[in-house]
C-alpha cells in the first residue's frame, strides 16, 4: 500500500504548488519558476508523485458534454454509516468530488451523470434505496467559475504565476463550443488515469502521433474543454481548514458576485447552481481565524449576498474524480 506523506518541507510545499498551477509544466520550467535548479525539482518530486502524495489528472468541462448532467447533492446520513456510504460514492464512476462535512452527518457529491436517465436513477431508485441515507438536495451546476482553480496557497508570488503560466486564458463568457473528435475519448481516459503521460505513451493510447497528441491536448485544454488537475491533501500546503460555502446572492448579480469571489487566494473552487443557494464556493484557508476573516471581510461586504450557510469539512473521499488514499 503506498503511504502518502504526512507533511513537506517548505521547498517540497512549492514545487506542489506550482504543480497545482501547472500539473503538466515541465521541471525545467518548475525549476525556473521556483529558482532552483532542475536536479533538485526532480529529486524531490519523483517520490512524491510514486508514493501518491501528488497525482495528475484531468477533469471534463461539463458544459461541452451535453450528454452529461452535472449535480451537486448535499446528502444526510446516518452518523454510523456515513464512511460506507461515502466510500460507495466514492467508487461510483460518476462522482467527481466527494467530502464528508462539519455536522458529522451530511456528504457533498459532485455527479457527472450520463443524461437525465442516470440521473433519474441515482435520485428516484439509488438513493431511496440506501437505508443509511435519510435525505437529500439535488442542484444542478449551471456554470463553474475557472479562475477558482489556480488556487496555490498563497506559495506562490504573482510574478512566479506570472512565469508559470504566462498567457493564462481570460474568464469565459459563455459556454465554450467543442467539436468532439475520435482521438478525444482515448486521449481523456487516458489522462485521467495519468495526467503526466508523455505525449508518446498518449499517442500510443490514442493511436496517433505524437505531434498529434499534443497539439489536440493543447487544443482541449485552451479551449477550456478539459482541466488539467493536480490532486494532494490540501494540508500538505498549509490549508488546515476547508469550507462550503452554501450563498444566496441576488439573481441579477450572480455573475459579478461569482466573477469577485473566484479569483480570490482561498477559494478554489466557485460554480452557480439552482437552488435557494445560488453560489456554492470552496474555501481552504489556513486556519478557523481565516475562514471567519474571507467571511466577515469579503463575502461580508457584498451586498449582494442576502444568505450563507458555512459547513466545514471534516474529510475529502475523493477529490478530482481520485479516491483518497
Not at 156 to 167: D, R, Y
Not at 271 to 298: Q, R, W
Request: glycine share 4%; with cysteine; charged share 20%.
Amino acid at each position: 500500500m503506498q503511504i502518502m506523506r504526512q507533511v513537506l518541507d517548505a521547498t517540497d510545499r512549492r514545487i506542489a504548488a506550482a504543480l497545482v498551477a501547472s500539473p503538466r509544466a515541465s521541471w525545467r520550467e518548475v525549476a525556473r519558476c521556483l529558482g532552483l535548479s532542475e536536479r533538485t525539482v526532480v529529486r524531490r518530486v519523483a517520490p512524491l508523485y510514486a508514493d501518491g502524495t501528488l497525482r495528475a489528472t484531468v477533469v471534463r468541462n461539463p458544459a461541452c458534454f451535453p450528454h452529461l448532467v452535472p449535480v451537486v447533492l448535499r446528502i444526510r446520513c446516518r452518523p454510523n454509516k456515513i464512511r460506507q456510504v461515502a466510500q460507495a460514492l466514492a467508487h461510483r464512476t460518476d462522482t467527481v468530488w466527494v467530502d464528508i462535512l462539519g455536522g458529522g452527518d451530511e456528504i457533498s457529491a459532485v455527479f457527472f451523470l450520463d443524461g437525465a436517465e442516470a440521473r433519474n436513477n441515482l435520485l428516484l431508485r439509488d438513493l431511496p434505496a440506501t437505508d443509511a441515507v435519510s435525505s437529500w438536495t439535488a442542484h444542478h451546476l449551471l456554470r463553474v467559475f475557472p479562475t477558482a482553480f489556480r488556487w496555490t496557497a498563497g506559495l506562490l508570488s504573482p510574478t512566479e504565476m506570472a512565469e508559470l503560466i504566462p498567457n493564462p486564458a481570460p474568464p469565459a463568457t459563455r459556454s465554450p463550443s467543442y467539436t468532439q473528435l475520435d482521438v478525444d475519448t482515448a486521449l481523456i481516459t487516458a489522462l485521467a488515469e495519468d495526467g503526466r503521460a508523455t505525449y508518446t505513451d498518449l499517442a500510443r493510447r490514442s493511436g496517433t502521433t505524437a505531434f498529434t497528441a499534443r497539439r489536440r491536448l493543447e487544443a482541449l485544454v485552451n479551449g477550456r474543454v478539459l482541466r488539467l488537475a493536480t490532486e494532494l491533501d490540501l494540508a500538505l500546503l498549509g490549508a488546515q481548514t476547508e469550507a462550503l460555502l452554501w450563498i444566496a446572492v441576488q439573481p441579477g448579480a450572480l455573475e459579478e458576485t461569482a466573477q469577485t469571489l473566484s479569483p480570490h487566494p482561498q477559494v478554489r473552487f466557485c460554480a452557480a447552481t439552482t437552488g435557494p443557494a445560488n453560489l456554492v464556493v470552496a474555501v481552504a484557508a489556513a486556519h478557523l481565524d481565516a475562514l471567519y476573516t474571507f467571511l466577515t471581510d469579503t463575502v461580508g461586504l457584498l451586498e449582494t449576498v442576502t444568505a450563507i450557510d458555512t459547513t466545514p469539512l471534516l474529510a475529502t473521499v475523493k477529490r478530482t474524480g481520485l479516491i483518497r488514499h
